[in-house]
């Protein structure tokens, strides 16, 4: 299994197993990928901490390693937004890589849901979202409150954002890895 990922298995008896032909389910022999670059819009919470203002950039990078000390140590929600043309409007399966992430996401084309990820690398099917012509897409990206545990941590009091009776021993803590890295891909296959 790929890092925190997930397989249901169902034990049935063994006369059932027997009657059972499994299959596999291959992958397409090629398949095409288009790297989504951006420009990407990133707007985060100012209320938990965030940039007040929408940062606009040409690449995806991590929060944690930001000179911006309102990103290094921010935990929260951070929308991504941009905009990529598609021009086969006959393809039948269409999915979307994240890449890197950290730590969760939910993906949104078009202003439909097309799924949640969470692990490297997960493919979520965009197939029924995608259109021809012009298509919006919508990334929430959540991270733990790890960053701003830290960053408050050495705060002064008065400017703090979060507050816990939970005790907790950060020491010499570096900031965790935080945002959508990439790169986003879109990827269809070439042949079955």
């Known amino acids: 299994l790929e890092g925190h ?33 951006g420009p990407w819009r990133v707007e985060f919470e100012s209320a938990r901490g965030g940039p007040a203002v929408p940062i606009e950039s040409d690449i995806l990078f991590d929060w944690s390693q930001s ?4 990103l290094r140590g921010y935990s929260g929600k951070a929308v991504y937004t941009t905009r990529f043309n598609w021009t086969d409007k006959e393809m039948a399966s269409v999915r979307i890589c994240l890449g890197e992430l950290h730590n969760l ?30 298509n919006t897409l919508r990334i929430e990206v959540f991270n733990t409150w790890a960053n701003r545990l830290i960053a408050d941590h050495a705060a002064p009091e008065d400017q703090r954002y979060t507050f816990t009776t939970a005790p907790y021993r950060l020491g010499d803590a570096e900031p965790l890895p935080a945002g959508l890295l990439g790169p986003v891909l879109i990827q269809y296959p070439l042949s079955q």
């Open 67 to 70: 000179a911006n000390s309102a």
């Open 105 to 134: 996401a939910v993906v949104f084309l078009n202003g439909v849901n097309v799924g949640t990820s969470w692990v490297p690398e997960q493919k979520l099917d965009i197939s029924s979202a995608l259109r021809e012509g012009e």
């Open 5 to 37: 990922g997930s397989r249901i298995v169902i034990f049935e008896a063994l006369d059932a197993i027997e009657k059972t032909t499994l299959s596999r389910r291959r992958d397409p022999v090629a398949r095409g990928d288009i790297h989504i670059q």
